[in-house]
């Protein structure tokens, strides 16, 4: 979430020719989201003014954007000739395009700890037919050790060093750090599967990704509390290149959802 609120911070403060600005207060927490974000995402941070106070009492507070996953034009903050502008909101959202390239290896991504192991590898089968013709490994991001241990039984962890067991399997678990896994992804990941539909750490790996093409389980057909609630628009969240997945009516199949 953070990543999302400080990279759409710098890409609205470049659309309105401001500097970003944030003002930490000595907020413990405020100083912990920007240390963690500039971890995992190098050079985010480095595009951000970080004041260590509060800010200006003469700052005009405007509420742009204040529903997660829902897409609020930012030019209607043009007409503001404050000097300082505190806006206040979720997550703003910069529309981004991103182009389609070949598919080589396969990536998923899974943050949640309950999600249907028999939808990934369906899932996965699905992508598999896709680059039938490439040779295909998977790895797997996530919160979860014990989970992701259950979808594969030969998959092994990514510290392994037996050379024997590293090469009689094609399934990976990561054991890195976040700013390690989106690195990876960026050099490696041709394919990307998004098990947990509203990770947005998920969304980051997949929009990093070398291939950019990515798959991902259709919020409309899950529980998503954010998306139930009507907070959360698919159009908005997901670049439009993305394909969402769904199981079948037959519950073994897996189909693009339209």
């Known amino acids: 979430n953070n990543l999302f609120e400080l990279s759409s911070l710098v890409g609205v403060a470049q659309f309105l020719d401001r500097t970003p600005v944030v003002y930490t207060n000595k907020n413990a927490q405020f100083e912990r989201m920007i240390r963690d974000s500039n971890d995992t995402m190098p050079g985010l941070v480095e595009q951000i003014l970080v004041v260590?106070?509060?800010?200006?009492?003469?700052?005009?507070?405007?509420?742009?954007?204040?529903?997660?996953?829902?897409?609020?034009?930012?030019?209607?903050l043009k007409d503001f000739q404050d000097t300082h502008l505190n806006v206040q909101g979720q997550w703003y959202q910069r529309v981004s395009k991103i182009s389609k390239k070949q598919k080589f290896a396969l990536f998923v991504q899974n943050d949640h700890k309950k999600f249907d192991e028999h939808f990934i590898r369906a899932s996965l089968e699905f992508i598999e037919q896709k680059v039938k013709d490439r040779t295909t490994r998977v790895v797997l991001f996530g919160d979860s050790l014990?989970?992701?241990?259950?979808?594969?039984n030969d998959s092994v962890l990514s510290t392994e060093k037996d050379p024997i067991l590293l090469?009689?399997?094609?399934?990976?678990i990561s054991q890195n750090s976040q700013s390690e896994d989106l690195i990876y992804a960026k050099v490696n990941c041709d394919a990307v599967l998004i098990s947990a539909a509203h990770s947005t750490f998920g969304w980051w790996m997949g929009f990093v990704s070398k291939g950019a093409a990515v798959y991902y389980q259709d919020v409309r057909v899950t529980k998503d509390?954010?998306?139930k609630s009507g907070r959360l628009h698919p159009a908005d969240y997901y670049p439009s290149e993305w394909t969402p997945l769904r199981m079948a009516d037959d519950n073994s199949t897996i189909v693009e959802s339209y």
Request: proline share 5%; aromatic share 18%; charged share 15%.
């Open 52 to 76: 260590n106070g509060t800010k200006p009492t003469e700052s005009h507070t405007v509420y742009f954007n204040t529903r997660t996953g829902v897409y609020e034009d930012p030019r209607i």
């Open 146 to 152: 014990q989970f992701m241990q259950r979808i594969f």
């Open 167 to 172: 090469n009689s399997t094609a399934h990976f």
């Open 225 to 227: 509390a954010v998306y």
